[in-house]
Structure formats: C-alpha cells, structure tokens
C-alpha cells in the first residue's frame, strides 16, 4: 500500500501563496498519476489537479493560471503551488496517488489532508 503524508497548509492572506507538499511511501508499487483535491465545508471532493508519469498535466478551470502541480522523477513526491489565493480556494487539500502493484493490480491512496485557509 502506499502511505501518503500532505504538509504546507495554513492561513494566507488572499493574494498570498502557498506550497503544498506530498510524500509517498511504502514498497512493491509504481504511481502512474498524483493528484490534488479539496473539499470545502458542504461541498463535494473536488479534482484540483493531476500529473501523471509521462508528466500529463490536468487543472480545474478555477485554478488555472494560479497553481502548479509538479513533482519527483518517480512521482514519490508531488507539489501543489498555489499562487494569487482567493477566500474561495480556502478547504481540506488531499494529496492523491492512483499506482500499480507489483502484481499487476491498481490501487489509489489518500492522504490525511490539510487544511488551507485563505482570509479576504
């Protein structure tokens, strides 16, 4: 299984920016793609972005231009830079990873989130 551990959250004025971090751990696995969600208070688990291993970029339309999915060659490690913050991004960010097993079957991990909170 792989063990992911998010960090960087915390409160931000709006228009200030933050870096949130991803490590994954464990053996016997490879991650195909890393991604970043969130979910704000009575609101679904939304997609922020992904990357996969051929480095495929994905973003959600209310963060494009402002942050930056990127990470290690093996996708261990995965970042999240946040850039130009609004009140509305404020929401537990969970760190993502969809990987194959050394078997041969798939599996997805989810962090334990952390929070962004982003004052107007």
């Known amino acids: 299984q792989v063990h992911l551990v998010e960090s960087g959250g915390g409160l931000v004025q709006a228009g200030g920016s933050l870096k949130l971090s991803c490590a994954a751990s464990?053996?016997?696995?490879?991650?195909?793609?890393m991604g970043w969600f969130r979910q704000a208070p009575g609101k679904q688990r939304e997609l922020v972005a992904s990357?996969?291993?051929?480095?495929?970029?994905n973003y959600a339309d209310s963060v494009k231009g402002r942050f930056t999915i990127s990470g290690g060659g093996a996708l261990n490690t995965a970042y999240l830079q946040m850039n130009s913050l609004k009140s509305e991004d404020t929401a537990v960010y969970y760190c993502?990873?969809?990987?194959?097993?050394?078997?041969?079957?798939?599996?997805?991990?989810w962090g334990q989130g952390t929070q962004v909170t982003v004052s107007s």
């Open positions: 993502n990873a969809d990987f194959l097993r050394s078997g041969g079957t798939r599996g997805t991990s």
């Open positions: 464990g053996s016997g696995f490879r991650i195909n793609a």
């Open positions: 990357l996969t291993s051929g480095r495929t970029t």
